[in-house]
Nanobody, 115 residues
């Protein structure tokens, strides 16, 4: 059983930064950040293949967002810089056997970027 607890969302002005955290308990193969804006489909933001350490990013966040992990704390992070209003969404941490399908989800954390 895997449990995920996200934190770090909030309200920020455009151009600002936020860091999201996801505490992961249990064995993982792939951990990802996804987001869903109101009225839109869920979007892949970033993900890591745990055993390889390879990190992938969605096109809309490349160069602005950085995913990292701290094995000692069982935590993955999403550092979000140069935030734009279009980054406003609920951000979810998810775990799966790969980065295409996810079995476990966190509760989500709201990120709101004002213009």
């Amino acid at each position: 059983q895997v449990q995920l607890v996200e934190s770090g969302g909030g309200l920020v002005q455009g151009g600002g930064s936020l860091r999201l955290s996801c505490l992961v308990s249990g064995h993982t193969y792939a951990v990802a950040w996804l987001r869903q804006a109101s009225g839109k489909e869920r979007e892949f933001v970033a993900g890591i293949l745990w055993n390889y350490g390879t990190i992938y990013y969605g096109d809309s966040v490349k160069g602005r967002f950085t995913m990292s992990r701290d094995d000692a704390k069982n935590t993955v992070y999403l550092q979000m810089n140069s935030l734009k209003p279009e980054d406003t969404a609920i951000y979810y941490c998810a775990v799966g056997h790969n980065l295409d399908e996810y079995e476990y989800w966190g509760q989500g954390t709201q990120v709101t970027v004002s213009s």
